[in-house]
């Protein structure tokens, strides 16, 4: 059974930093395709990075240069670097993970972990 289990939410001013992880289970992970998407309240839901089971990389236009997202394989970990934090960044942030970079990218992917609480202040 695919789990996703998020962690490193917390709140944070303005201009300050967090790491979000996801550890993943119960999957061959090197295989799939991952992703981080959020939703502030009263808002869609917001594909926010992306990596490749090859390691490529994409980004919403709203976090590049500030989000960097990695993973790593030998300890079927994702994480999600987050500097310069903004008040609008505030959300509640899923891991996904899809053997397609394509549902991933789309917004669709197959498995979703339960969030982590991202809040910024000012």
């Known amino acids: 059974q695919v789990q996703l289990v998020e962690s490193g939410g917390g709140s944070v001013q303005a201009g300050g930093s967090l790491r979000l992880s996801c550890a993943a289970y119960?999957?061959?992970?090197?295989?799939?395709?991952m992703g981080w998407f959020r939703q502030a309240p009263g808002k869609e839901r917001e594909g926010v990075a992306a990596i490749d089971s090859d390691g490529s990389t994409s980004y919403a236009d709203s976090v590049k240069g500030r989000f960097t997202i990695t993973k790593d394989n030998a300890k079927n970990t994702l994480y999600l670097q987050m500097n310069s934090l903004k008040p609008e960044d505030t959300a509640m942030y899923y891991c996904?993970?899809?053997?397609?970079?394509?549902?991933?990218?789309?917004?669709?992917?197959?498995?979703w972990g339960q969030g982590t609480q991202v809040t910024v202040s000012s």
């Open positions: 996904a993970a899809d053997v397609s970079i394509s549902r991933v990218r789309a917004g669709s992917p197959l498995y």
């Open positions: 119960g999957y061959t992970y090197s295989y799939y395709s």
